[in-house]
């Protein structure tokens, strides 16, 4: 069964720091993502990573894969606030005959920037 | 707007009563998703469809629960003699078909989701 594990649980940081959310995954996949959640609201797609050693940048947000340690990293450079919200890795499981399938999420890392 | 719709937004129920969640999927998208996400936990998949077909199902959708895509556009899921456990938000999402000859990409594009709270 296919686990997905992110550390911190919980993140404080200062506006204007720099910091990394990591996201380990227990199986092989090729296929990672990122997602950002407000309070009471759903989930927004960040990123698609979809290879060993791809890298996407957003802004201040940076993610990467590394398929062969089953490793992922969200990075965030020069916190502000607005980026203050829940960030969810998700990987995809077995790719059958259907094509790609199911996503298995992480427990999620509250960030907090704090100005 | 075109994005991922789920009605209700919000349920209030007594123990043992059913309810029922709608979800329309954006429109040429031909996979569409169910998951459930209590408070503090990531979202856990709860059952998928290719068009009208129920491809997998998991282990978390009990007996009492049971979901349909008649047609292979909108979705409903329901659930049956609910129970306090039951209490979570329900979230739907439909995927983007892939390019031609691959496989979608998997990105999901989630709705608002239905909050459940059952007393």
């Known amino acids: 069964e296919l686990k997905v594990e992110q550390n911190p649980l919980f993140l404080s940081m200062q506006e204007g720091k720099n910091y990394t959310i990591y996201c380990n995954y227990s199986?092989?996949?090729?296929?990672l993502y990122w997602y950002r959640q407000d309070p009471g609201k759903s989930l927004e797609s960040l990123f698609v990573?979809?290879?060993?050693?791809a890298v996407k940048q957003e802004g201040r947000l940076m993610a990467s894969l590394d398929t062969k340690a089953r490793l992922s990293t969200l990075h965030i450079t020069a916190a502000v606030h607005d980026l203050s919200a829940t960030y969810f890795c998700?990987?995809?499981?077995?790719?059958?005959?259907?094509?790609?399938?199911?996503?298995?999420f992480g427990t999620g890392t509250r960030l907090t920037i704090i100005p | 707007d075109t994005g991922v719709s789920q009605d209700p937004r919000h349920k209030i129920t007594k123990r043992g009563q059913n309810v029922t969640f709608r979800c329309d999927p954006i429109s040429e998208h031909n996979r569409l998703y169910w998951y459930r996400q209590t408070l503090g936990q990531g979202p856990e998949f709860l059952t998928y469809?290719?068009?009208?077909?129920?491809?997998?199902k998991s282990r978390l959708l009990s007996d009492r629960f049971s979901a349909e895509r008649p047609k292979g556009s909108f979705s409903t899921l329901e659930i049956q003699r609910t129970e306090q456990g039951d209490s979570a938000m329900y979230l739907c999402?439909?995927?983007?078909?892939?390019?031609?000859?691959?496989?979608?990409?998997?990105?999901?594009?989630f709705g608002e989701g239905s909050r459940l709270t059952v007393l």
């Open positions: 999402a439909s995927s983007v078909p892939g390019l031609a000859g691959g496989p979608p990409t998997g990105e999901l594009f």
């Open positions: 469809f290719q068009n009208e077909a129920q491809l997998e």
């Open positions: 990573l979809l290879s060993n050693g």
């Open positions: 199986t092989t996949s090729d296929r």
């Open positions: 998700a990987v995809e499981g077995y790719i059958s005959n259907f094509g790609n399938e199911k996503l298995t």
